[in-house]
């Protein structure tokens, strides 16, 4: 049972078929697709996808991680205008002007996240490993895996162990010298992580209604529609 349930297919493994074994293969409905979506790709949603193969626990610290970057990329964009702004408004928060920053913050801390996810995560490693016909030298090509795993997995620890620290001093230090800043950057870090939430709720909509009418019917028009769901879901 225990192999029957290995040898299916989980939800990456289904949303990265081509799109004649899609169309031939890819029953599941809208929402289907769009939870599959959510639990492979959403921070929080993954963290309790159990049909995966990425680690429960390196999940946790990438969730933590996350938000740690973002707490400090956000501090690393107040300077003297940011600080004349806020003792014009007399401490009150004004969210138009933080907005630029706001969003600086978020793609920043996208990309600094996608670094660090490739170094945490093992199901595409793992997928090599489960999609390949060649059973000769599987116990080779699993050692080799292992291998790339050890090393991504010292990376990770490494570089997450880093930064870590880097974020926590630089936030110390500014947290120190400003401390009546204090509230803007918690309110800044707060959205801005907020937004990378919820951004996810909306791309997903697009990229599984565009799959979901690409397979209801096999077409050269429909097959490019196809290509460019499944381009959307590789980088939103």
């Known amino acids: ?67 740690s970057s973002c707490y400090a990329v956000n501090a690393l964009f107040f300077n003297d205008d940011t600080m004349h702004q806020i003792y014009e408004d007399e401490g009150d928060f004004n969210f138009i002007y933080q907005l630029p920053q706001i969003a600086y913050s978020t793609i920043i801390s996208y990309f600094v996240d996608n670094i660090t996810t490739f170094l945490a995560l093992s199901e595409d490693n793992i ?52 401390k009546n800043t204090q509230f803007h950057l918690i309110k800044d870090t707060l959205i801005s992580f907020g937004m990378g939430f919820i951004t996810p709720f909306g791309t997903n909509i697009i990229i599984a209604l565009l799959r979901i009418y690409s397979l209801k019917k096999y077409n050269k028009s429909n097959k490019i529609i196809f290509k460019l769901s499944k381009l959307l879901q590789q980088y939103l």
Not at 57 to 62: E, F, M, T
Not at 141 to 164: A, P
């Open 1 to 67: 049972m225990k192999v029957v349930e290995v040898l299916k297919f989980n939800d990456n493994e289904l949303n990265d078929l081509g799109y004649l074994k899609a169309f031939k293969s890819d029953k599941r409905s809208f929402f289907e697709y769009y939870l599959s979506l959510l639990f492979t790709k959403h921070i929080i949603f993954q963290i309790f996808n159990t049909k995966d193969y990425n680690a429960y626990s390196i999940k946790v610290l990438l969730f933590f991680f996350n938000f």
């Open 127 to 178: 997928l090599q490993l489960k999609q390949d016909k060649k059973f000769g030298d599987l116990k080779q090509k699993s050692k080799r895996i292992k291998n790339t795993l050890k090393i991504k997995f010292i990376l990770f620890f490494i570089v997450n162990i880093i930064l870590i620290l880097l974020f926590w001093y630089y936030l110390g230090c500014f947290c120190a010298v400003y």
